[in-house]
């Protein structure tokens, strides 16, 4: 049996608790709805309006536990600012700065900890999930032990003792714990769902006060006339009475005239998915392991996925800083020359074609030869539209950093530049693709159908405002069905061009020469069909792997991202080039 504790029940003890704890005055009020996160802004503490627990006594603590948590915020913390900030590093910041004010409040007043660690009631587990692992070290600061051996949750408890030996009052030392401990996450390939809230204990706030989403607001009048109904930065209206302020009732209407004041804050285009992509179907892969030097069939599991149309066109809006530079190409290719190309068993030509000569003679002594007689070769030039390209993107993790030279994340430029090239082939007549990939682990990788052979340009590449980066990078399989898809085409060349920021990892491998010798494999065998390869690789890093897999020549290092639309187009017409020669 469960019970269900409302927060007016207890409310104005929280209040005269936090008062004699803190010796300052807490208003303690309700937020209405299901699944309510507590959260606070200045000199206010905002509360679930019920808690539902196994007893009384245990929605009582809640309460309490996430009262003094929220007032250890207002008293030892300060809004940091959210700016250049993903949500990787927002949430782990968070939970250090959560240990932070938890081991200031027990330090000023002892015990105060029993009240905190009491909700890790899950023991951590050794799981390579985000979830598992902001968990086990949040366990660790708050317990101050450790269930099992970790390389990571021990870095963050010794970083962490560290600065609070060095100076627990200046939350930016804490921060930058915060944030070597997300980048460090980005280099294991972890990810974080970001669809749905993070919540690692149920008593701690959603740390919103950090992050200014809310401002301060100057009045000339702060207190209310007599009987003069007020309203909370909620919109809930209450009238001052004897015992201290409480909530009277709720009013949609009621003016904000003091204290805080909420603003709406936009979602992230780039980190949230307007649209779920749409499962088209599944596909089983082999996958090569140089250690025993054998496949392992049917061992990746790939699922494909495309996006519906938006509505919004994510083209405008990214090519127009780019259309004199586009224009440029287009007649710089128009420059080229057109290689010849023989054909053969034509009925005209200036050259015999031997081989056809000899195949009428035997016809013709058979009695079966034709009317016709197709014995000549002519020269054509061939034409530009003789190319098909496959743009393959990593949609990793790792792509929703910031890039050093610019506001945008690398999966931001990254769309740019495709968008660009979008428009450069389209104009010329090519052929093109393109497809993304991502995984989490040899059961589920994502192969997402952005922009297909022959879809319309326009209509399909509005679903951009759609795309999403997350887990990790197996690039072996997502090659493999590259190849699948652009064997279909009936060009003469084929392409395949790979943009990633970082080398094949996944979950589930824990030996990195694994799957980078996986990838070179997967190379191999599209290049022996005479499928051609380029990668360009943002990462500064990637000479000492990307050569193994693409092999001299067939790889360019972008160091700065930013210029990734230019090196991308450049490097289309070397290559394009390259098969006019």
Request: charged share 25%; proline share 3%; glycine share 4%.
């Amino acid at each position: 049996m469960r019970y269900t504790l409302f927060l007016s029940d207890v409310q104005r003890q929280l209040e005269l608790t936090l008062l004699a704890i803190f010796e300052k005055h807490f208003r303690v009020l309700p937020l209405f709805g299901d699944g309510i996160v507590p959260t606070i802004c200045e000199g206010t503490i905002l509360l679930p309006e019920f808690i539902e627990a196994e007893s009384v006594q245990d929605a009582q603590q809640c309460f309490l536990s996430a009262a003094l948590h929220g007032a250890a915020h207002l008293i030892y913390s300060y809004p940091l600012g959210s700016s250049g900030l993903n949500n990787r590093q927002l949430v782990l910041i968070s939970l250090i700065e959560d240990a932070r004010v938890e081991w200031l409040a027990d330090r000023n007043f002892p015990g105060m900890s029993a009240f905190f660690h009491r909700h890790f009631v899950k023991s951590p587990s050794d799981a390579l999930l985000f979830e598992e692992i902001a968990y086990s070290v949040a366990y660790a600061l708050a317990t101050k032990q450790t269930v099992f051996e970790s390389r990571f949750v021990s870095k963050a408890v010794r970083l962490f003792n560290q600065a609070v030996a060095e100076d627990i009052h200046n939350p930016q030392i804490f921060k930058a714990i915060g944030l070597a401990l997300a980048n460090d996450m980005g280099q294991m390939r972890i990810s974080m769902n970001e669809k749905a809230p993070f919540i690692l204990v149920p008593y701690r706030d959603d740390n919103a006060y950090l992050w200014n989403d809310y401002q301060e607001t100057d009045v000339e009048n702060d207190a209310p006339l007599d009987g003069q109904e007020t309203a909370s930065v909620t919109g809930m209206a209450y009238n001052e009475i004897l015992d201290g302020r409480s909530v009277s009732e709720f009013n949609k209407d009621a003016t904000l005239e003091e204290g805080l004041v909420f603003q709406a804050v936009q979602e992230d285009a780039q980190s949230n998915l307007l649209n779920q992509p749409q499962w088209v179907s599944e596909f089983v892969y082999p996958e090569w392991d140089y250690k025993i030097a054998r496949w392992k069939r049917d061992w990746c599991s790939l699922n494909e996925f495309v996006f519906a149309d938006d509505s919004e066109s994510a083209l405008d809006h990214r090519v127009d800083k780019y259309r004199y530079f586009v224009k440029k190409l287009q007649q710089i290719i128009n420059t080229y020359p057109s290689q010849m190309h023989r054909r053969k068993k034509q009925e005209d030509g200036n050259e015999l074609d031997l081989e056809a000569i000899i195949q009428y003679r035997v016809d013709f002594k058979m009695g079966c030869a034709g009317a016709e007689s197709k014995i000549y070769i002519d020269h054509v030039k061939e034409r530009h539209q003789e190319l098909s390209l496959l743009v393959l993107l990593d949609l990793s993790e790792s792509m929703n950093d910031l890039d050093i030279d610019n506001e945008n994340t690398i999966l931001d430029l990254t769309l740019d530049s495709t968008v660009v090239l979008s428009e450069l082939l389209g104009s010329l007549g090519h052929s093109y693709a393109f497809h993304g990939f991502n995984s989490n682990g040899r059961g589920s990788v994502s192969y997402f159908n952005i922009k297909d052979f022959d879809q319309d340009s326009e209509t399909s590449l509005r679903s951009l405002s759609q795309v999403k980066a997350g887990y990790s990078t197996r690039m072996g399989a997502a090659l493999r069905h590259a190849f699948y898809k652009i064997l279909k085409r009936r060009e003469r060349h084929k392409l395949i061009l790979v943009i990633t920021d970082g080398q094949p990892s996944d979950m589930d491998v824990y030996d990195d020469q694994y799957l980078i010798e996986d990838a070179a494999i997967a190379v191999n065998e599209i290049e022996s069909s005479g499928c051609k390869l380029f990668c360009l690789s943002l990462d500064k890093n990637a000479d000492r792997y990307v050569q193994k897999i693409f092999r001299k020549g067939h790889y360019e290092v972008v160091e700065r991202p930013s210029k990734l639309p230019l090196v991308l187009t450049k490097l289309y017409l070397k290559v394009f080039k390259s098969f006019l020669a």
